[in-house]
């Protein structure tokens, strides 16, 4: 049984969930894993944060109220954010970061993983700027100090696709991908094929939460494209940046459009996708495609996220699953402890 | 890089499909897995046997005709299998086993598993009756002789499932599963979708080679079944034997029947499944369902497999692709092979 000392860097529904699985699980994942997870710092802009290298209580961490400088409330906590400190100095094993995206520059999440990194620290992730925005780099800096740099988490939450690809399709050849990778804009589109405007079905969306206050990150696609980076890089060896990936959204799609689509059997999804091309380079774009019914993507529907590998010997292999959601998230943050875990152990 | 020794117990299909692999591909798999294979021995009840330590052709032996005796042709070759040299003599390190299944003993490929293990040679296989009859005896024997017992292909050929199970998802807490494991019933519940009879779909899937002349184990479940037992013991941690499984078909489904549940947005799907009950104890079953058009299996048309876990951590997860197919199944036996390399290595 292995003990590892976690540090949890940004404090929002990700990493909260996290402490919740711990406060819940730790001993039943000391017999049924090999592990538990010890929380030694938890660091957030908007908390504070605070350090003890003996534990934290996690169900105190998850009681705790979201409001500005919460941590001070507790004993040794601060309404500051101490980043630095909480992922040099708390004796972390594994820094669990799970601040807000940047993309633009994935900072200051990059900086973080960063730190932790050359610290000889382990991090896990589930913040797709970093990773798409400075992954090679940062890959590379894991490597040269021997320490994992997992993200299972980043591209469709706790449903697997990283992992499903490097292990159990390792040998399969991947030669393209594509994907339904915001559950936003699948959510509009479903709902728009049930007859709302796409104005109507932003409407709704935001209603329950899924879409922003501006919603353009998703039904413009932007969202998409970093996890078409970092699918492409990951599992076709690409050297994409950002702006190699042509994008456009669904906002130009009609309702009909979305009617006689259906007329002839056919559905609107927004797909990220990448493929190797015969001279051996990348195309990947992010954009509105109309699949026939029979696509393994076609009938993914509402928040759902799905990815369809071609490879050249198993042909078609699709994984679907939620792309979102607090636990679900945090799941991929297990995981990806549960990997370093398995590999550390060998 | 490693070299691998293996013998091919059983030279149809899929084993045939992995010494064309192995021809077409080694070169490239030492660069992109680290790994060799070099087969050092055949054997099949109809084509005989060849052992040769130093290395058989690949080519030459795909090459060879489905003819009966046909080892015979080659240097060194026999019209006789002689089973247990191959396995035992042949200085392998891993046995391929790809003979046909017998639902009933498992035999004689469980004696093939057993020569191997106890001889401390990894096996792979992608057969099912092994593992659904006597899959914690082989399981056992080969923990005891430290060597690998690897079954990807049994249940999905190359679409993974066990090890999406066994890794992507360990600590989800999976409590139970549902799938669509027989492609030959799901084509005739397609087709019969599609306006066909029973009888007519079942013709069709004949004419196309999906269906044997006696289309039995197909349609009444008891290939399904076979595959929920092991899903179930390996997912569940169960112990079902075959006869815990209650087992109904589609084959009293009518026309009729469809096109009621079309007209209600249903569609009947032939069901394996298994969950664990509040009371610990595990219900499996394989039967046909009405689907509502939501489900994630609701749309798995023609010969695609499909399973669904259901997780406590990540809701419902579904993998999807294809459950047959030569150079599919083959492909399975070698995701078996790295999977064994990759423990080997750490």
């Known amino acids: 049984m292995t003990e590892y000392k976690i540090a949890l860097v940004g404090f929002g529904g990700v990493n909260r969930g996290l402490a919740q699985l711990i406060a819940e699980r730790n001993a039943a994942w000391q017999a049924a894993l090999g592990l538990s997870l010890?929380?030694?710092?938890?660091?957030?802009?908007?908390?504070?944060s605070i350090v003890d290298r003996n534990g934290l209580d996690a169900g105190q961490l998850v009681a705790l109220p979201a409001e500005k400088g919460a941590f001070a409330r507790l004993p040794g906590g601060t309404a500051?954010?101490?980043?630095?400190?909480?992922?040099?100095?708390?004796?972390?094993?594994?820094?669990?970061?799970?601040?807000?995206t940047n993309p633009v520059d994935g900072e200051p999440a990059a900086t973080f993983c960063r730190w932790a990194l050359e610290s000889g620290i382990h991090v896990v992730t589930t913040?797709?700027?970093?990773?798409?925005?400075?992954?090679?780099?940062?890959?590379?800096?894991a490597r040269r100090n021997n320490v994992?740099?997992?993200?299972?988490?980043?591209?469709?939450?706790?449903?697997?696709?990283?992992?499903?690809?490097?292990?159990?399709?390792?040998?399969?050849?991947?030669?393209?991908?594509?994907?339904?990778?915001?559950?936003?804009?699948?959510?509009?589109?479903?709902?728009?094929?049930e007859g709302?405007?796409?104005?109507?079905?932003?409407?709704?969306?935001?209603?329950?939460g899924y879409a922003e206050a501006d919603p353009s990150a998703d039904v413009e696609g932007y969202d998409v494209r970093l996890k078409v980076v970092i699918l492409a890089n990951e599992l076709l060896n690409a050297q994409l940046r950002?702006?190699?990936?042509?994008?456009?959204?669904?906002?130009?799609?009609?309702?009909?459009?979305?009617?006689?689509?259906?007329?002839?059997?056919?559905?609107?999804?927004l797909i990220g996708a990448a493929q190797r091309e015969a001279d051996g380079s990348i195309r990947a774009s992010v954009e509105a495609r109309l699949l026939p019914?029979?696509?393994p993507l076609a009938a993914i529907n509402g928040a759902t996220n799905a990815v369809s590998f071609n490879t050249a010997l198993v042909g078609t292999v699709t994984v679907s699953g939620p792309g979102a959601g607090r636990i679900e998230t945090a799941f991929a943050l297990l995981s990806d402890i549960i990997a370093l875990h398995t590999t550390d152990r060998q």
């Open 148 to 193: 994992a740099f997992e993200y299972e988490g980043a591209v469709m939450s706790g449903t697997p696709v990283i992992r499903l690809a490097r292990q159990a399709l390792a040998g399969a050849e991947i030669q393209g991908f594509e994907g339904i990778l915001n559950g936003t804009s699948n959510y509009v589109l479903t709902r728009m094929k």
């Open 293 to 295: 019914a029979a696509h």
């Open 38 to 48: 010890k929380i030694v710092g938890v660091t957030d802009l908007f908390l504070g």
């Open 127 to 141: 913040n797709k700027g970093p990773i798409a925005l400075h992954g090679s780099e940062l890959k590379a800096l």
């Open 242 to 269: 950002v702006s190699d990936v042509a994008c456009s959204g669904i906002s130009a799609i009609t309702a009909h459009d979305i009617a006689q689509a259906s007329e002839s059997g056919h559905c609107w999804k």
């Open 196 to 208: 709302l405007s796409f104005d109507a079905a932003v409407a709704q969306a935001q209603q329950l």
């Open 80 to 100: 500051e954010a101490f980043n630095e400190t909480v992922i040099k100095q708390s004796g972390a094993d594994i820094v669990a970061e799970a601040t807000f």
